[in-house]
């Protein structure tokens, strides 16, 4: 049922009905459904100690590998015909393909999807590709698509690359100091636009085998108009690139582009990745081919070859955007530490080993404005050493320090070091963001190619609450650190009670970091800003007793807090108020009860929705093992 249809009661039965039912089963039962839950978390560990579940996204990941490949001369028929088998296995029954399961159409997918099809040899007669092209036309046609559809258009030649904005290499020059630098970029668009910059200035075409015509819209395609004074200038500024772009200083424009090819090598990690992520990657591989590197080029072999590490081939082949072993590993060793599984436990230890291995000593574009600060972080994937991550160092320091390590001198010097790196990694607002200090400037998105997801980093409410948490449980409760960053957190709590979720689906991810954060940075549960939280949290549970937020609400106000409930974020609310001190209350037995019967009999918990934000309104992420997780830290709370 769409969520914004139902209708706003919660209960559909008395208060006095709910505590009855809830008092004769849930205790039992709660602790019968956690132990399920840790052995089938423990039964998923790996040999060396990590966690990593899958983390899924959208076919844009597929069609976009697809539209690699062909650009590279690189497709084999067979994994062409599974890619096309996944796309086609998430098409809907109106022709279209989403960002997020159960969401709105959308224009830019579809498309891409529709073109990875063609190229699988499915033609514009067969019912599903009509009802996919009808929508396209319907919705403005190629016209109407991102730029970076654009951009993947126009390498084959079904776009033309004077209406695609300017990206000149020359900007690797400018200093940091000066507006849009390329460190002005947070750093997942600050990789994708310095490799865009090399593709866009070589306005290559490797034309398709057909051409596209039943995309076309009925209304012609317009240039991006500016909302704002700065948005007009940088409007201004494109069309003067776009007449530099014709005839650009050769000298200037070879050292530029010796320069670029230089950063972008520099930046590829051991995986053969850019970023750990798939968007840099992609570009970075269109980019140095442009370049002259071969196919069998070290650097190239090496990225080509890591691809392969990013995908899943179960008959239908799909392609993660990125990895997450860091990110699960942690959050794997707090949920059993609250289930109770002891510090020194084997899988605990494995799990520790694995995590002081990962530790990031070496120094990434972060040092660029923290250049005297000594390294310390983690990142979020196997394989990222230029690009440890705030929110990962901290959870892995809040992990490491639930351990009874055989070397607590190697465990403690460890998580010493990350501490001090993100006391460093402090903006200049108290707050935090996730990769880089002081990430803020605004000017960057009114830029006419960033229409594909936030360009900046910014501090967050959700990655903040986990600093703060982290230096409450070390017991720096009075750490000028730590109140810089409960003054931050309660700044910028929503006049409805809530916390904005940057990098979770949403105000019930933000909410259920910052409550448990601020109570362990000695806030009182009674302080006006965590009853506001918990009254929030009441308001948006469900009939059925669980939390759901859909992805829409970062977009449409009538969506925060409402949506399907979910196993991650019936959990996120859970957690807050098991920290606001409301662990008997009724919305969280009803929470509690609503885990307990939804659980599988396996130990596990179903969740079609995707919870996880990457960039918020554009693209979204559904992380398998958060389903697990989550659960086993909130019912490990409660049960305790």
Known sequence: MDAISRPRDRLTLTDDDYHGLLASEAPQDAASALERAVEKLLSLQEPDGWWKGELETNVTMDAEDMLLREFLGISEPETTARCAEWIRSNQRDDGTWSNFYGGPANLSTTIESYVALRLAGDTPEQPHMQAAAEYVRGAGGLQQARVFTHIWMALFGAWPWTKVPAVPPEMIFLPKWVPLNVYDFACWARQTVVALSVVVASRPVRPLPFTLEELDGSEPWAPPEATSLFGRGLVALDHVLKIYEQRPLALLRRVALNRVERWIVDRQEADGGW??????????????????????????????????????????????????????????????????????????????????????????????????????????????????????????????????????????????????????????????????????????????????????????????????????????????????????????????????????????????????????????????????????????????????????????????????????????????????????????????????????????????????????????????????????????????
């Open 275 to 640: 970023g750990g992520i798939q968007p840099p990657w992609v570009y970075s591989l269109i980019a140095l081919n442009l370049l002259g590197y071969p196919l069998d080029h070290p650097v190239m072999e090496r990225g080509l070859a890591g691809m392969q590490s990013f995908t899943i081939d179960e008959g239908q082949r799909r392609v993660e955007a990125c990895q997450s072993p860091v990110w699960d590993t942690c959050l794997s060793v707090i949920a059993l530490h609250d289930a109770g599984v002891p510090g020194n436990d084997e899988a605990v230890l494995r799990a520790a080993d694995w995590l002081l291995d990962q530790q990031i000593l070496e120094r990434g574009d972060w040092a660029v404005r923290r250049p005297q600060l000594e390294p310390g972080g983690w990142a979020f994937e196997f394989a990222n050493a230029n690009y440890p991550d705030i929110d990962d160092t901290a959870e892995v320091v809040i992990a490491l320090n639930t351990v009874n390590h055989p070397d607590p001198a190697r465990l403690r010097a460890a998580i010493e070091r990350g501490v001090d790196w993100l006391a460093g990694m402090r903006s200049s607002d108290a707050g935090w963001g996730a990769f880089d200090v002081d990430n803020c400037r605004t000017l960057i998105r009114d830029l006419p190619f960033c229409d594909f997801g936030e360009v900046i980093d910014p501090p967050s409410a959700d990655v903040t609450a986990h600093i703060v948490e982290m230096l409450g449980l070390l017991g720096r409760k009075a750490d000028p650190l730590t109140r810089g960053g409960v003054r931050w957190l309660m700044d910028n709590q929503e006049a409805d009670g809530s916390w904005f979720g940057r990098w979770g689906v949403n105000h019930v991810y933000g909410t259920g970091a910052t409550v448990p954060a601020l109570v362990a940075a000695g806030v009182p549960r009674t302080h006006t800003a965590i009853r506001r939280a918990v009254s929030w949290l009441d308001q948006h549970q469900n009939a059925d007793g669980g939390w759901g937020e859909d992805c829409r609400s970062y977009d449409d106000p009538a969506w925060i807090g409402r949506g399907e409930s979910t196993p991650s974020q019936t959990a996120w609310a859970l957690l807050a108020l098991e920290a606001a001190g409301a662990r008997d209350s009724l919305a969280t037995r009803r929470g509690v009860q609503w885990l307990v019967s939804n659980q599988r009999e396996d130990g596990g918990w179903d969740e079609l929705y995707h919870t996880g934000t990457g960039f918020p309104s554009d693209f979204y992420i559904k992380y398998h093992l958060y389903r697990l997780i989550f659960p086993v830290m909130a019912l490990g709370r409660l049960v305790r």
